[in-house]
């Protein structure tokens, strides 16, 4: 099943938010307490502000982790860059301290801004139907390692955390 944007109709991940944490992301870490370079502030808890059900069932450590934990990962890697690279890249919008994962949970509960755009380029470059990642992936699969889960584990767990996964 793809998500559809009617606004965005290229904008296609196959997950949603709460799916991406539930699957086991971001070593649990995604939504610990920062201090963010590019805002000069810390922040606690925000995701409060995103609906409880995706919260319910989840424990803390799935999304709220201090300390990175690979096992919490559904394909048990570590995968992914820390938020200091993001910041020095250039990836982060004052608007979404957190990131690209940030900015996909606000759009999907129907906050849009002028950085729609630039967020939805980034996506379809890395785990849309032509970006970069997900192409590595098809390229080197085949019948008896598409469904492997043991087949190109730090790849599958990155698109995970952009909400796209092989099915």
Known sequence: MILIFKDFPDFTPNL???????????????????????????????????????FENLPDNYFKSEVYDENINKYKVKCGSDLSIWENSGWINPQDPYGWFQWYCRFYCGRRTPDDDR???????????????????????NENTYFDPTFMPAVRQSLIHWAFEFV
């Open 16 to 54: 949603k938010p709460f799916e991406v944490l539930e699957m086991g992301s971001f070593g649990g870490t995604y939504f610990r307490p920062i201090f963010s370079s590019i805002t000069k502030e810390y922040y606690v808890d925000v995701w409060k502000e995103l609906p409880d059900f995706w």
């Open 119 to 141: 967020q939805i380029k980034r996506w379809l470059h890395l785990a849309g139907p032509k970006g970069r990642m997900r192409k590595r992936f098809l390229n080197l699969a």
